[in-house]
C-alpha cells in the first residue's frame, strides 16, 4: 500500500521548515528510522527520520524550498503490503511530480491517526493512506491576499454534516469559507467539490510576494548583494522585536575589579587543560549569576499577564548567546545550582561548539532563565543586551581591561577592570532590585572565594 509521510510536528510551536538536503531518491529501499530528510526550522537543524520501512515513490519539496508542517514529504511503498498498482482496478498515481486531478482526489480515502515515532525526536501527527489514496494538492502555505484580509473578520461556524466535514479536510478546503446551498445555509458535498474545482482551477498564487525591484545604475550592479533570509535570522528578528515591544527595557552599568579572578583563572587553566577542560571567565560568571540570582528571586522570574501573576522561578538555567556561521543562538546550561564551575566549563564548551556546527537539539536550547551575552571575548566594553523574551533581565560582559585602581591601602596599581552591562524588564525588575543584584554580583567576582561562602 501507498503511505504518505507528512513533514511531522516536532514541538516548540515550529510551523515550518527549510529543505537543505534529501537523503534518498525514488526507487530507494528506506528502514524505518533511517534519516530521510534535513530541514533548518527557525531554532534547529534537524534531520527527520522514516517511521516506516519501504520503497520510495515520490518526494515533495526541493532543496532550498520552504515547507510547513503537514505538508508532503515522502509517498512511499510500504513493504510487506501489496502494492496500489498491482491491486485490479486501483487508480494510477502520480509519480512524476503532476497533480492529481480533481476527481482522483475526491474519491481519495485517506485516514488520519496517531503514529508514535519510537524515540526519534518526533511528534506529531501522519497520515495514513489507506485504499486508493494519494496526495491531494491542497494549495497549503501560499500565500492568499483575500484569505489574509478574511481572516481579520469575525468567523462563523459552517453548518455542515460530519461527512461534509470530512470531505473538506481531506481535500484541504476550510469549510467555513464555502458557501452553502443546502437547508439553512448548509455546505453540501457539492460544495465543498465546487470549492475545490474552483481552488485546482484558478490562477496559481506565488508563494512569495514580489520583491521590491533594487534599481542599481547601469555598470554598477556589483555594489549591491542581496541574500535570502535564513530560518535562524527570521527567528532572531522576531524575537528581538517581541522583546523590545513587549518588555520596556531599563539597562545599568557597572565595573567592578576582578584581579583575583583573573589570578584564578590564570592558575586554573593550565592545571585544567591537561585534562582537557578549557577555562575561561564565563563559567566563573555564570556560577556567580546563579548564585545571585538565589538571593534575588524578582531577576529569576517570568510575567503571566494572562493571568495576573508574576511566576518565580526556582531552577537556575542559564542561557549563553553564541555567535554562530549563521547567527546568534542561546543554548541553556541547565541547573547550575547544582553544578561545580568545572561541570560548567564542560556543558559551555560542548554547547558552544556544538551551537556552531548546528547540532543543537531544541531542549538544549529552549527553558533558560536567566541569559549572558559576553560581547567582550570579541571587543567592546559596555552594550544594551536585548532581552531575551520571555525572561526579565540579561547580563552583558564586557572586555577585561587592565587599568590603574586604588588598593586598600591608597596605593595606585594596576587592577583588571570588567565591564557590566545589564538590561530588565521594568515592569517587574525595579532598579532597586537590579542595583542589589549587580551588588552581590560585584561581590563575588572580584573575590571569587565568596562564592564558596553563598
Do not use: C
Amino acid at each position: 500500500m501507498l503511505y504518505v509521510f507528512k513533514f511531522p510536528d516536532i514541538g516548540e510551536g515550529i510551523t515550518e521548515g527549510k529543505i537543505l538536503e534529501w537523503y534518498v531518491k525514488k526507487g530507494q529501499t528506506v528502514s524505518e528510522g533511517d534519516s530521510v530528510i534535513k530541514v533548518e526550522t527557525d531554532k534547529v537543524v534537524t534531520d527527520i527520520p522514516i517511521p516506516r520501512d519501504g520503497v520510495i515513490k515520490n518526494l515533495y519539496g526541493k532543496e532550498g524550498e520552504v515547507i510547513n508542517v503537514e505538508d508532503a514529504l515522502v509517498e512511499m511503498e510500504v513493504e510487506g503490503e501489496v502494492a496500489e498498482e498491482d491491486r485490479p482496478g486501483a487508480v494510477e498515481k502520480e509519480t512524476d511530480g503532476k497533480e492529481a486531478s480533481a476527481d482522483e482526489v475526491a474519491h481519495a480515502d485517506t485516514e488520519t491517526k496517531p503514529v508514535e515515532e519510537k524515540g526519534y525526536g518526533v511528534v506529531g501527527m501522519i497520515e495514513d493512506a489507506t485504499g486508493d489514496a494519494f496526495l491531494p494538492s491542497t494549495g497549503e502555505g501560499l500565500e492568499d491576499k483575500k484569505a489574509a484580509e478574511d481572516a481579520v473578520k469575525p468567523r462563523k461556524k459552517a453548518l455542515a454534516t460530519p461527512v461534509a466535514r470530512k470531505m473538506a479536510k481531506d481535500l484541504g478546503i476550510d469549510i467555513n469559507e464555502v458557501k452553502g446551498t443546502g437547508p439553512a445555509g448548509r455546505v453540501m458535498k457539492e460544495d465543498i467539490q465546487k470549492a475545490f474545482d474552483e481552488k485546482q482551477s484558478g490562477p496559481a498564487v506565488p508563494r512569495k510576494g514580489k520583491a521590491e525591484e533594487i534599481k542599481v545604475a547601469p555598470g554598477q550592479e556589483d555594489l549591491i548583494e542581496t541574500e535570502e533570509l535564513t530560518q535562524i535570522r527570521k527567528t532572531i528578528i522576531n524575537r528581538m522585536v517581541q522583546s523590545k515591544q513587549t518588555a520596556p527595557h531599563a539597562t545599568a552599568f557597572e565595573e567592578v575589579e576582578v584581579s583575583k579572578l583573573v589570578a584564578l583563572k590564570k592558575e586554573k587553566k593550565a592545571e585544567l587543560a591537561e585534562k582537557g577542560i578549557k577555562l575561561s571567565y564565563m563559567p566563573f560568571i555564570i556560577k556567580a549569576v546563579t548564585l545571585a540570582l538565589k538571593r534575588h528571586k524578582t531577576l529569576n522570574s517570568k510575567l503571566d499577564m494572562a493571568n495576573n501573576r508574576a511566576i518565580y522561578q526556582k531552577f537556575y538555567n542559564i542561557g549563553f548567546a553564541t555567535d554562530t556561521p549563521d547567527g546568534l543562538m542561546v543554548p541553556v546550561i541547565r541547573n547550575t545550582d547544582r553544578k561545580s564551575i568545572i561541570e560548567i566549563a564542560e556543558d559551555l564548551n560542548d554547547l558552544a561548539e556544538r551551537a556552531r556546527d548546528r547540532k543543537l537539539t531544541l531542549d538544549e536550547l529552549k527553558g533558560g532563565t536567566f541569559s549572558i551575552t559576553n560581547y567582550g571575548s570579541i571587543a567592546g566594553t559596555y552594550g544594551v543586551p536585548v532581552i531575551n523574551y520571555p525572561e526579565v533581565a540579561i547580563l552583558g560582559i564586557g572586555r577585561i581591561m587592565k587599568r590603574p585602581v586604588v588598593d586598600d591601602n591608597d596605593q595606585i596599581v594596576p587592577g583588571h577592570i570588567l565591564p557590566l552591562s545589564m538590561s530588565f524588564d521594568h515592569r517587574i525588575v525595579d532598579g532597586a532590585h537590579a542595583a542589589n543584584f549587580i551588588r552581590d554580583l560585584m561581590a563575588m567576582l572580584s573575590d571569587p572565594l565568596t562564592m564558596l561562602m553563598m
